[in-house]
């Protein structure tokens, strides 16, 4: 083991990790999210002027300007996740993600489509939050004040819900180049496998990103995706290569919330090519004991990203 059984080493591991997260959120996350509010700005005032301020919430509008649905959810109270309106309104996930992408249904009936978005505009007009728009109780045209205050409300609540998943690629993408390097100093080369290749086909010497494993479940076979692969120069006798998941977190909630999602990829892993076949978790950010703790009963071990170098003892 490298890490999972160096258990009076995880409560130091386990502040030094939060360090590097908390470093790299502070001098990464407030330029994201003011970059992030300033396209949020913009598409908030545009959706305003595209809905006559909001006096114009109905199938029509929707279907002339459908990217301004992200911006009515973050209108009410409370504001609509995705998920949510789709369920109050009894329409689809797909519908309501076509819309956002500014564009409408290739293939449904004109009738059915004016009846999902008769529903979506009702549900988002029955929980319009009055207190930010308070035009509409009065029926003036807003203040520019208000409008103003309005828009910065919305912005902030829009900018919320977009700037997460930003931080969390980026520092996804920041994991993998962290790998990229240390593996080219050691003059391993990156090289996506040709499609169809199994996992003891990989060429001594590679690694590739985000390679699809084809494992076993209920009886049929599935795809399941893998952060990091790497086949070393001289490779173990049964030809497997090293798989590797890389996990950040920015809070020690929801990282127990997901801890089972490895736990049940290992075990895929090993019941399609056997116990030879290792799972390794790379690891920045919020990982208490619990979740440690959890992760090593059930067969993984894991490499910290601040201490980047214990990725030798896996025999590169």
């Not at 360090?19 to 959120?25: A, E, L, P, T």
């Not at 090289?191 to 003891?200: L, Q, V």
């Not at 990982?287 to 992760?295: H, I, R």
Request: glycine content about 4%.
């Amino acid at each position: 083991m490298i890490n999972a059984d160096k258990v009076t080493q995880w409560k130091k591991d386990i502040q030094d990790s939060v360090d590097m997260y908390n470093d790299w959120f502070l001098k990464f996350a407030p330029d994201t999210y003011r970059e992030s509010r300033k396209k949020a700005t913009s598409e908030v005032r545009e959706a305003f002027n595209l809905t006559k301020d909001l006096r114009d919430i109905n199938p029509t509008a929707l279907k002339n300007f459908p990217k301004v649905l992200p911006t009515l959810r973050m209108c009410t109270s409370p504001p609509l996740a995705r998920d949510r309106l789709v369920g109050l309104a009894s329409t689809t996930k797909n519908l309501v993600g076509v819309l956002e992408e500014g564009k409408l249904p290739a293939r449904m009936k004109a009738s059915d489509l004016d009846n999902h978005l008769e529903r979506i505009c009702d549900t988002i007009l029955f929980l319009l939050d009055i207190d930010i728009f308070p035009w509409l109780v009065t029926e003036n045209p807003p203040e520019e004040n208000e409008r103003d205050r309005a828009a910065t409300i919305v912005a902030d609540r829009l900018t919320g819900a977009v700037a997460d998943p930003i931080i969390r690629n980026a520092q996804e993408e920041r994991q993998l180049k962290a790998i990229k390097a240390f593996l080219e100093e050691l003059e391993y080369q990156y090289e996506d496998p040709e499609p169809g290749t199994t996992p003891i086909e990989i060429k001594p010497g590679t690694f590739c990103f985000r390679y699809n494993v084809k494992v076993k479940q209920e009886e049929k076979d599935v795809n399941i995706p893998i952060d990091v692969v790497i086949q070393p120069k001289e490779p173990r006798d049964n030809l497997m290569p090293i798989f590797i998941e890389c996990k950040s977190a920015g809070d020690f909630t929801n990282t127990n919330k997901r801890r089972k999602e490895e736990a049940t990829k290992v075990r895929q892993l090993k019941d399609t090519y056997g116990e030879e076949a290792q799972l390794y978790l790379f690891l920045c950010g919020y990982f208490d004991a619990g979740y440690l703790g959890y992760e090593a009963a059930e067969g993984l071990d894991w490499i910290w990203e601040h201490r980047i170098e214990d990725m030798l003892q896996l025999g590169l």
